[in-house]
């Protein structure tokens, strides 16, 4: 604000675009979020060609030895990712069938170089779409009161008023501490 109480040219500015911004349709945002989309995906795709123009100039400028051991850096690398790959597509798809109560076969059975991306990382949404395929566990609905055998209640224990007649006074406070009166003073029994 400026000293005459009028808004700035900075707070104007926003106001305007706060104004502007308002007016916008949902479907216009969504086209712009699409433009921007598309443009970010051509932006990569232009990333990944110039990467890969630039590492063919690289290796058209090494000296066949240094080619060969590029080259078995790249093996290295591609072996070593494969293996971790494996152990850790394993391990996603140990995980989503417990968490699914799916039954998982053998390993020798699995094919888990299938749920691993180009890139070496787990592909999540293949290994969700074989564990929905699977076979889930049914959790067994028993009844909660079938085969329990006897079950305490809560006056279990307690004495009566006829037990009491047939007890000392030094038996009667005994039980008393014990807590087997409690029934019978709560007026239970």
């Known amino acids: 604000m400026t000293n005459d109480g009028q808004p700035s040219p900075d707070e104007q500015g926003l106001d305007a675009d706060v104004n502007e911004h308002q007016d916008v349709s949902v479907d216009e ?7 921007w989309k598309a443009m970010s995906r051509k932006n990569e795709k232009s990333f990944k060609e110039a990467a890969r123009q630039l590492d063919q100039a690289r ?3 090494m000296s066949d ?3 060969a051991i590029d080259q078995a850096r790249q093996e290295a690398r591609t072996e070593a990712l494969t293996e971790a790959g494996r152990r850790l597509a394993l391990a996603e798809l140990r995980a989503k069938a417990a968490q699914e109560g799916a039954t998982l ?5 699995l094919n888990v170089t299938r749920f691993i991306g180009a890139d070496g990382e787990t592909d999540t949404e293949a290994v969700s779409a074989f564990i929905g395929t699977l076979p889930g566990k049914a959790a067994p609905v028993y009844r ?3 085969g329990l055998g006897r079950q ?3 006056k279990a224990g307690q004495l009566t008023r006829s037990d009491l007649s ?7 406070n005994q039980a008393r501490a014990d807590g087997r009166l409690d029934a019978l003073m709560r007026g239970e029994i």
Do not use: W
């Open 29 to 35: 945002l969504r086209a712009e979020v699409a433009r």
């Open 166 to 172: 047939r007890m000392t006074a030094k038996d009667i």
């Open 105 to 109: 076969p053998a390993d020798e059975f």
């Open 65 to 67: 030895q240094e080619r």
């Open 59 to 61: 290796q058209a400028a």
């Open 152 to 154: 305490p209640s809560g």
């Open 144 to 146: 909660q009161d079938l």
